[in-house]
């Protein structure tokens, strides 16, 4: 009979859910029973280490940043090169620049204490991003939880999928798009520029040749950035209004072109993205809620789950 059919239709339907598409999902209450202090743990300890040095908050968001946009947020970026291994901490976006992997150490050790090989590195590096975001007075959002951590990582993917801060509009949307996040997504994520640092190396070229860019800010930035390579690791806030603060000022600098990187202010820079900027610029309550949601995305790129990978021992290398 047709409703027969139809039932069984549905059955296999059903099971297929259960037993493929369901397991592959992440879920905020995943660690709920197998390491129930897992996320007390975690956010102590980040809130001890951004206590100590404010900057360690931005450097553990961008941290989950760049272990995303390098074959999914699968703890990659945290593996150490060995004599055998190439990692991703020496490609070009990463070396002398992406910090905190200490904190993930010690984040690591507590939870291995007090649930042995349960809670993966992957989803430790989430989770810090977000108690990062919220010690410096940024929004809140639950995590989803079950990534695995990977047994590979991809330095040659590092080099070409993460941003450069040369790009131009353009760029940011495809390199963004490839990971399968939006124009207005891109925006929102940058905001993650509110908080932390960036060597001269990195806005060197913007503070001497771009001509979108408030006169005097360049000035005062080439103070300490000079054209000599002498002056390469020499720092500057990315927001330079309120540095350590997680708010909307990244958005309110770019009206006034005191983008610090390139690629910051080719948000606002008379092309489509202006909108949103000024407007995050004047409600940082959506900026959050956007900000919020579009992470989230970013987390679910290409997790592994179920059985694929592993939960490291020790983050810096595979079992
Ligand atoms: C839109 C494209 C992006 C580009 C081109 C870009 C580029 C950069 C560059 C060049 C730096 C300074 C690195 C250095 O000089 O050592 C930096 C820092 C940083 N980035 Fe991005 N980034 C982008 C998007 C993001 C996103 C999506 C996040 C997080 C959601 C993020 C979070 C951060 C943070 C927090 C810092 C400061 C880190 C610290 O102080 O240790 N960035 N970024
Ligand atoms: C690294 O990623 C690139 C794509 O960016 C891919 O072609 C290559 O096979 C990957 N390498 C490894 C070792 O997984
Ligand atoms: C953006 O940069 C790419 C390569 O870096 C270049 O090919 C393209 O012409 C640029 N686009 C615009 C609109 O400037
Ligand atoms: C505006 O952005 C679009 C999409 O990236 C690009 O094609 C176009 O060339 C940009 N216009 C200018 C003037 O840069
Ligand atoms: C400014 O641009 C010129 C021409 O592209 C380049 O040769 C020079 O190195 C740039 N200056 C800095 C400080 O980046
Ligand atoms: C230059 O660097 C020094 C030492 O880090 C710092 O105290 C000072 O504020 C910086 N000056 C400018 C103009 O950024």
Not at 176 to 190: I, Q
């Amino acid at each position: 009979m047709a409703s027969k059919e139809i039932s069984f239709a549905f059955s296999i339907i059903f099971i297929l859910l259960i037993s493929g598409f369901v397991s592959a999902q992440l879920s905020t209450n995943f660690y709920a029973s197998s390491c129930p202090q897992a996320l007390q743990i975690i956010k102590s300890t980040v809130n001890a280490a951004v206590n100590n040095e404010k900057r360690m908050g931005a450097s553990l968001l961008r941290l989950h940043f760049h272990d995303c946009f390098v074959d999914g947020c699968d703890g990659s970026i945290l593996l150490d090169d060995t004599p055998t291994f190439l990692g991703e901490k020496t490609a070009f976006p990463n070396v002398n620049s992406v910090r905190g992997f200490d904190v993930i150490d010690t984040i690591k050790a507590n939870v291995e204490n007090a649930c042995p090989q349960v809670v993966s590195c992957a989803d430790i590096v989430a989770v810090a991003a977000r108690d990062s975001v919220v010690a410096l007075g940024g929004p809140y959002w639950s995590v989803p939880l079950g990534r695995r951590d990977s047994l590979t990582a991809n330095f040659s993917q590092a080099n070409t999928d993460l941003p450069a801060p040369q790009s131009n509009l353009t760029r940011l949307i495809s390199a963004f798009a490839k990971k399968g996040l939006n124009a207005n997504e891109m925006v929102a994520l940058s905001g993650a520029h509110t908080i932390g640092q960036a060597r001269c190396i990195s806005y060197r070229n913007r503070i001497y040749n771009d001509t979108n860019i408030d006169s005097s800010f360049a000035s005062t930035l080439k103070v300490n950035c000079s054209i000599s390579s002498t002056d390469d690791n020499n720092l500057a806030p990315l927001d330079t209004v309120t540095p350590t603060n997680f708010d909307n000022y990244y958005y309110k600098n770019l009206l006034v072109e005191k983008g610090l990187l390139h690629s910051d202010q080719e948000l606002y820079n008379g092309n489509f993205t202006d909108a949103q900027v000024n407007f995050y610029a004047h409600n940082s309550g959506k900026f959050f809620k956007d900000f919020s949601n579009a992470i989230i995305k970013m987390g679910n790129i290409s997790p592994l789950t179920g059985t694929q990978g592993e939960i490291r021992l020790n983050c810096r290398r595979i079992n």
